[in-house]
């Protein structure tokens, strides 16, 4: 895969193809690990180049206060696809290889399946993560993460619980993270076409601190650990040409799912050494150009004014990298906030989150509505005029109004949850975490790549839980659980209420 394949792309095709005028398109890009720091418009001081991205903030929303729905992979894209907090199923961590089966319930209400009943066409392309069920050579359901579950599978077995089973009309990508996860081969529908027969050899691979998150696994002849993101991009701008040529008369939803930039920091060769911020600075850099040229295909297909595009991430920065870029290159990809990915602090799970609708969304205009990902398909259900039902979407709340500029109000109460369930809930400026500790990386690590070394003194050390005030104390340094126990009962209360009706949503009708 080259750049100027993927620029040929671009150049040809239809241009200013009419499309449906009733309903807008939705282009969603999420980025893998992305932290608030990393975007220059959100971080005057960020060493990495951002164009496209600051390009798009100016034509169109900024949100400073937008969140995930967790602190690591799986669990926010349930949620995203869901509406639903992914703690509700109880599922830890997340999954790799083969693991699964897949977290979303059989019956339950999608985002894609809710715009397809809508009459939109839909797709996915790059990485699913929220588990998939892969079968051994006896026909036996596998669903165990790790290098043996990955060996025992037999890939010429349809997938029965993947994309395209929960609302999504095409489907190519990953199982888990593309270049981490132990299976290292594409899935077109619900198909391995290229089985992978031999082990990764990583001494092939880049070698640089930002390359140590590549798991030793099975790899697909057709599958290149540099050009992934690559390949992901062209599927998408394939499918937009395609939906300009025959399928103009529908509306689509296209979500982009993207390895960049989680570890490890594999970028392509046209963009190596072309950000100035080492190895991951060039991965940052390669998605903003992804970004640019999905905007670009928008415009050359005719779809831009009648497209809502939302470019976010799935939770914050990684701590290795984290790390090494404060100490290699002066950026702090979780700047200003507390924490990392993992963390419940606010550096774990705010993230940016742009959005442009020409004619809808005012350019040039920040907001600092709290919004969550999950609120994406209350968004879409009310842009699509569907009318959510009581057993879906239970978390979800739409943010339409602070797009078209009507309000700059966003939801009341956000739930927050790291990978072993530690929850945190927020309220205007009150954040109460129902724990100790950053309910995620151990912050006692020592050495070059421990945590520690941002460790902050606990003022509040024989509490059991915390509290911030985020209007006075953004970085999350002073515990007032002791000094305000009334709103941290309240919280807590609020939290308990939320946690045993299953919903933070009201059932209609009330």
């Not at 040409?241 to 799912?257: G, I, K, M, R, V």
């Not at 009507?406 to 809930?425: D, K, P, W």
């Amino acid at each position: 895969m080259r750049l100027l394949f993927i620029i040929g792309l671009l150049t040809c095709g239809l241009a200013g193809v009419s499309h449906a005028d009733e309903l807008p398109n939705v282009l969603v890009i999420l980025a893998d690990d992305l932290g608030y720091g990393d975007v220059g418009c959100y971080n005057s001081a960020s060493k990495i180049p951002t164009p496209h991205l600051d390009r798009l903030a100016e034509q169109g929303m900024r949100f400073t206060d937008a969140h995930s729905p967790a602190t690591v992979c799986t669990p926010s894209r349930y949620s995203l696809l869901t509406g639903r907090m992914a703690f509700r199923n109880g599922q830890r961590g997340v999954f790799t290889g083969v693991g699964g089966p897949c977290l979303i319930e059989a019956d339950r209400l999608t985002l894609p399946a809710l715009l397809r009943q809508q009459g939109y066409r839909t797709a996915l392309f790059g990485k699913w993560h929220v588990g998939m069920t892969f079968f051994d050579h006896q026909g036996q359901p596998i669903n165990r993460n790790g290098l043996e579950a990955v060996q025992q599978a037999d890939f010429s077995r349809p997938i029965p619980d993947g994309p395209i089973h929960h609302g999504f009309d095409e489907f190519f990508g990953t199982a888990c993270c593309p270049t981490t996860d132990f299976l290292y081969a594409f899935i077109d529908r619900d198909r391995v076409p290229v089985p992978p027969e031999r082990m990764l050899d990583r001494e092939r691979l880049p070698r640089h601190p930002y390359a140590n998150d590549c798991r030793n696994g099975l790899l697909a002849e057709d599958f290149d650990h540099e050009t992934v993101d690559l390949v992901f991009l062209q599927k998408s701008l394939e499918f937009l040409e395609s939906h300009a040529e025959q399928h103009a008369d529908q509306p689509f939803f296209l979500l982009h799912s993207t390895q960049a930039v989680h570890l490890p920091s594999f970028a392509a060769e046209p963009f190596q050494g072309k950000s100035n911020a080492g190895p991951h600075g060039d991965f940052v850099f390669e998605l903003d150009y992804i970004v640019g040229q999905l905007l670009d295909a928008l415009d050359r297909f005719g779809f831009s004014n009648n497209t809502l595009v939302i470019v976010t991430s799935d939770n914050g920065p990684e701590v290795p990298t984290v790390i090494a870029m404060r100490r290699d290159h002066d950026h702090d990809g979780a700047r200003p906030w507390r924490g990392v990915k993992r963390d419940n602090w606010e550096g774990g799970h705010r993230v940016p989150l742009i959005a442009r609708w020409p004619g809808k969304i005012a350019p040039e205009t920040t907001t600092d509505a709290t919004v969550c990902l999950t609120d994406v398909m209350g968004t879409c259900a009310e842009i699509a005029s569907f009318e959510l039902p009581d057993d879906g979407a239970e978390d979800s709340f739409s943010f339409l109004p602070v797009l078209l500029g009507r309000s700059n109000v966003g939801r009341e109460y956000t739930l927050h949850q790291t990978m072993n369930l530690s929850l945190a809930i927020r309220h205007g400026h009150w954040k109460y975490l129902d724990h100790r500790g950053s309910g995620g990386n151990n912050y006692e690590r020592e050495g070059p790549w421990g945590m520690k070394q941002f460790a902050l003194p606990e003022l509040a050390p024989d509490a059991p839980g915390q509290l911030y005030d985020l209007a006075s104390d953004p970085g999350e340094t002073t515990n007032l659980y002791l000094e305000r126990p009334e709103i941290a009962a309240q919280l807590k209360q609020q939290l308990e209420q939320f946690k045993s009706s299953g919903r933070m949503r009201p059932v209609s009708g009330r």
